[in-house]
Structure formats: structure tokens, C-alpha cells
Antibody
Framework: EVQLLESGGGLVQPGGSLRLSCAASAFTFSNFAMTWVRQAPGKGLEWVSTISSSGVSTDYADSVKGRFTISRDNSKNTLYLQMNSLRAEDTAVYYC??????????????????WGNGTTVTVSS | DIQMTQSPSSLSASVGDRVTITCRASQSISNSLNWYQQKPGKAPKLLIYAASTLQSGVPSTFSGSGSGTDFTLTISSLQPEDIATYYCQQSSTIPYTFGQGTKLQIK
């Protein structure tokens, strides 16, 4: 069964750091872009970051740019999110998701077809 | 950034009803629009991608339509298990923004 399993969440003080991991199984990890999405308590979904299948290309939401770093190890089938300078507003459930590509001549569409169960990050003193 | 606006924000309907949720983009996104379903305490689940393509395993009671700036998610016959919050998301331009969500309840 295709699966994503996040880990690494927890309680951290403002200004602290945390590294999330997402272990992939039962699919060819190196063929897919991967994405982190977060959800603050009682709020909607927020796209955080996407990395290309090779790891060469990365994109970030403005809210985390310069503080968060997405990376991947295709030999270990694992996605990472290094989070530094954490703020209270970073408190959320963090989901990793596989990003598949639907490609047509006039447009493209990335869509997240497999999701992990999420890991909770709480930033508080 | 492209703003995604869903309407309504909440909706109450009866089992068997036809339900429609709309999503409007602040600028044209062609067909780069996805719909997700999220049940309480669970991860989101992909329903529709590229505006109208039904994800494998999703019941055919769900359908999507639209192009450019205006999109629709339709449930042709509401079932109790469809109670959830629904999100649209554009993947035309970084950042890949989500709508604010539509909470669907049973009347």
C-alpha cells in the first residue's frame, strides 16, 4: 500500500528548531515531487513548500521563506522539512503529500494524491 | 498571489440532495484546480484534479467543472459519509493557494 509517514513533531520554544521527516513506501519516491502542507488549529489548509523529484528545485510560501528548508534523500525514500526560528504562528499539523503532475499542451496541474496522517508542531514557551 | 474564494463557507443539506460548492480564482488558472475532502481529525483526501478528473476510487457522485476563474464541485446525491470540509486548491502558480473551505453538514 502506498504510504507516507510523518515524524519529528513536538513542542518547541519560540525561536527554536525542529526537523520533520516523511518516510515514503510502496512507490518510486524519486519519480515524484513532494509537498508539505500545514493546518493551524481550527483553520484551513496552507501550502508550505514543494520540492522537485530530483531535489534540485524548491519553492516556499512567503510565511516560511528563509526559515524553513525542504529537502529529500531519494536513497532513503525520505522527505524532510527543517524548521528554524519557529514562531507561535507555525503551530499546526504538518502533512507531507505526494505531488503528481497532470500535463497538457496548454497547462499543467500538480495535485496531491497521497497524504500522510500528519505530525503536530506546537511552538510555545 | 492568487486568491481562491469558496462559497458558501458552510452548507446544510439533506441526504439525497444535490450539492454544489463554488470556487473562484482571483485570476485565470486555466484548469489547474483540485478539490480535496477533509473529515475531522483526518488528512485531506484528493477528490478531483485538473478541474474535472475524478481521482481513482472516488465515487462517481462527485464531479468537477469549470475553467479559467470559476469552478464547481458537485455531489449529485448527498450521502451521510460525505459530511466533511471541502477545499479547492490552485496549482497554476506558486504559491499553491487553497480556498478557505466549505463545511458541509447534514440537515
Amino acid at each position: 500500500e502506498v504510504q507516507l509517514l510523518e515524524s519529528g513533531g513536538g513542542l518547541v520554544q519560540p525561536g527554536g528548531s525542529l526537523r520533520l521527516s516523511c518516510a515514503a513506501s510502496a512507490f518510486t519516491f524519486s519519480n515524484f515531487a513532494m509537498t508539505w502542507v500545514r493546518q493551524a488549529p481550527g483553520k484551513g489548509l496552507e501550502w508550505v513548500s514543494t520540492i522537485s523529484s530530483s531535489g534540485v528545485s524548491t519553492d516556499y510560501a512567503d510565511s516560511v521563506k528563509g526559515r524553513f528548508t525542504i529537502s529529500r534523500d531519494n536513497s532513503k525514500n525520505t522527505l524532510y522539512l527543517q524548521m528554524n526560528s519557529l514562531r507561535a504562528e507555525d503551530t499546526a499539523v504538518y502533512y507531507c503529500a505526494r505531488s503528481a503532475l497532470f500535463l497538457r499542451t496548454t497547462y499543467h496541474c500538480y495535485y496531491m494524491d497521497v497524504w500522510g496522517n500528519g505530525t503536530t508542531v506546537t511552538v510555545s514557551s | 498571489d492568487i486568491q481562491m474564494t469558496q462559497s458558501p463557507s458552510s452548507l446544510s443539506a439533506s441526504v439525497g440532495d444535490r450539492v454544489t460548492i463554488t470556487c473562484r480564482a482571483s485570476q485565470s488558472i486555466s484548469n489547474s484546480l483540485n478539490w480535496y475532502q477533509q473529515k475531522p481529525g483526518k488528512a485531506p483526501k484528493l477528490l478531483i484534479y485538473a478541474a474535472s478528473t475524478l481521482q481513482s476510487g472516488v465515487p462517481s457522485t462527485f464531479s468537477g467543472s469549470g475553467s479559467g476563474t470559476d469552478f464547481t464541485l458537485t455531489i449529485s446525491s448527498l450521502q451521510p459519509e460525505d459530511i466533511a470540509t471541502y477545499y479547492c486548491q490552485q496549482s497554476s502558480t506558486i504559491p499553491y493557494t487553497f480556498g478557505q473551505g466549505t463545511k458541509l453538514q447534514i440537515k
